[in-house]
């Protein structure tokens, strides 16, 4: 069956670390794939998209992705993280053939300390 | 601005009571959605449509009813609201390859 995983519920990070958040699939084949952020009470913003070429991908807010074929992967990260940061990440995959219908990890939440 | 906007944003319904939650968009887009947010479980396809016209259940569609109205609207209906419908719901919308655009969200609460 098709999934997306996120295999990490919740993640604590430093103000100026770095921040990997996971994204696993299991589609039969290479789907499109994105990632969203949302902040509390609000809707869900796009950060970075893939559909095909360079397998690292940059984004909105100082993101990127790498998308790993043979993992079957699409990693999120940021260099240095700010407060800013703290919400809730979800990762996205789609189908040319299902009509782009996205289906979604179930989220990682980022709290950022001080 | 452009965007997708969605009417209301907060509810709060008796069980059995019904309700049509509206969205509309202004990006010219050809496919527009319907989710549910619920803590734990990520993002579920309510119902979906690919263009004006045309309407597709999604993975979780029952005890609701859809209208795509125009290529703008995209209604979602509970004929008879239960408990189990409590959640945060989203509307989106997409072009080809263009990712979604969500709206803000309503958050609906059945008691």
């Known amino acids: 069956a098709q999934s997306v995983t996120q295999p990490d519920i919740h993640i604590t990070v430093s103000e100026g670390a770095s921040l990997e958040l996971r994204c696993n699939y299991s589609?039969?084949?290479?789907?499109?794939l994105f990632w969203y952020v949302q902040s509390p009470g609000q809707g869900l913003q796009l950060l970075l998209k893939?559909?095909?070429?360079?397998?690292l991908v940059q984004g909105i807010k100082g993101f990127e992705a790498e998308f790993k074929r043979s993992q079957s992967s699409f990693n999120l990260r940021k260099p240095s993280v700010h407060w800013s940061d703290a919400a809730e990440y979800f990762c996205?995959?789609?189908?040319?053939?299902?009509?782009?219908?996205?289906?979604f990890g179930a989220g990682t939440t980022v709290t950022v300390r001080a | 601005n452009a965007g997708v906007t969605q009417t209301p944003k907060f509810q709060v319904l008796k069980t059995g009571q019904s309700m049509t939650l509206q969205c509309a968009q202004d990006?010219?887009?050809?496919?527009m959605y319907w989710y549910r947010q619920d803590p734990g479980m990520g993002l579920r396809l309510i119902y979906y449509?690919?263009?004006?016209?045309?309407?597709d259940k999604g993975e979780v569609p029952n005890g609701y009813n859809v209208s795509r109205l125009n290529k703008r609207e995209f209604s979602l209906r509970l004929e008879s609201a239960a408990p189990s419908q409590t959640s945060v719901y989203f509307c989106?919308?997409?072009?080809?390859?263009?990712?979604?655009?969500f709206g803000s969200g309503t958050r609906l609460t059945v008691v």
């Open positions: 989106a919308s997409s072009g080809e390859r263009s990712g979604y655009t």
């Open positions: 589609y039969g084949a290479t789907p499109y």
């Open positions: 893939y559909f095909s070429g360079d397998t």
């Open positions: 996205a995959v789609g189908l040319r053939s299902n009509d782009y219908k996205l289906s």
């Open positions: 990006m010219n887009h050809n496919s």
């Open positions: 449509s690919a263009s004006e016209g045309t309407t």
